[in-house]
Nanobody, 121 residues
Framework: QVQLVESGGGLVQPGGSLRLSCAAS????????MSWYRQAPGKERELVAS???????NYVDFVKGRFTITRDNAKNTVYLQMNSLKPEDTAVYFC???????????????WGKGTLVTVSS
């Protein structure tokens, strides 16, 4: 069984920074294409950033220039560095992606529990 655990959220003032981590564990060989999502109160879950196995990144417009997605394949972990945070960034952040299992099959991960980011003065 594969699971993803998000961490690194917390309370930060506008203009501040946080680094989120998403660690994959279980019967996995490697992480493949991975993405970060977020869900604000009363809103639908939305895509924030993605990174391919070849380190090609994509960002939605509202985070371009502020957020950076990276990966550490040795740790089976993907990160989201968030700078210049705004109150509208407040949300629960989730990761999800494609995982290569120990049996060499590719599966879509389940949603983790997420990590809460609150941007407020």
């Amino acid at each position: 069984q594969v699971q993803l655990v998000e961490s690194g959220g917390g309370l930060v003032q506008p203009g501040g920074s946080l680094r989120l981590s998403c660690a994959a564990s279980g019967s996995i060989s490697s992480i493949n294409n991975m993405s970060w999502y977020r869900q604000a109160p009363g809103k639908e879950r939305e895509l924030v950033a993605s990174i391919t196995s070849g380190d090609i990144t994509n960002y939605v417009d509202f985070v371009k220039g502020r957020f950076t997605i990276t990966r550490d394949n040795a740790k089976n972990t993907v990160y989201l560095q968030m700078n210049s945070l705004k109150p509208e960034d407040t949300a629960v952040y989730f990761c999800r992606g494609v995982i290569k299992t120990m049996s060499s099959s590719y599966v879509m991960s389940n949603w983790g529990k997420g990590t809460l980011v609150t941007v407020s003065s």
